[in-house]
């Protein structure tokens, strides 16, 4: 679950902050783009932007809607360090093939956990406001409107270490989804005695 805010947004927009960080929860790591440039990186938020909000209005049933968001987080998110950096330590002493298995249980849990809440949101809208250069990655700032609700601040972190821009994690308000869910995923392998495997079919079975 989501870090604390300094001020309580309200239920809708806290649901909503959460919703959105699904679409791009990727780590925070010590490593530099490549020749990414910030026009790349804005273009890359600007075709989120826009798919989410086509999901949120299409009108489709939630099992589409989810669908569609579970094809956009393997189009647009770097997956497999996704989840090795939501994994955390257990992600060094994992095969390979438990990874993928992980990277892929973990983005069909992404999808079920937020693509599930879109309609919720139905009238809302991602726009982006501009972007920053900051060395390891390109800051990509966006502004999320709601129906009934102020607009709030969203920083999509972006880089292109696997080949293509991609986004390497998203802060809401100051909160970053990558954080978080670690939190949430090691709640898991906890519960499932530090079992990675277990823990794969546990996030199988969720949402």
Do not use: C
């Amino acid at each position: 679950m989501l870090m604390p805010m300094p001020h309580d947004p309200g239920p809708t927009r806290r649901l909503a902050l959460t919703t959105l960080a699904a679409v791009a929860a990727l780590p925070v790591l010590p490593r530099p783009a490549l020749a990414l440039t910030t026009g790349e990186a804005t273009t890359l938020v600007t075709s989120v932007a826009a798919e989410i909000t086509r999901i949120i209005n299409s009108g489709q049933s939630e099992s589409a809607m989810i669908n569609d968001f579970e094809r956009m987080m393997g189009r647009y998110g770097d997956m497999p360090t996704i989840s090795q950096s939501v994994l955390g330590p257990a992600a060094r002493s994992a095969s390979a093939g438990q990874l993928a298995a992980f990277a892929t249980a973990f983005q069909f849990y992404m999808a079920r956990k937020y693509g599930r809440r879109f309609r919720e949101f139905i009238g809302g809208s991602v726009n982006v406001a501009g972007a920053q250069d900051t060395g390891r990655y390109v800051e990509v700032v966006s502004s999320v409107v709601l129906r009934g609700s102020g607009p709030f601040e969203v920083r999509f972190r972006v880089w292109d270490r696997s080949g293509r821009a991609l986004f390497i994690d998203l802060l809401i308000e100051g909160v970053s989804l990558v954080i978080s869910e670690r939190s949430e995923i090691g709640a898991i392998m906890d519960r499932n005695g530090g079992s990675i495997d277990a823990t794969i079919q546990t996030l199988r079975g969720m949402g």
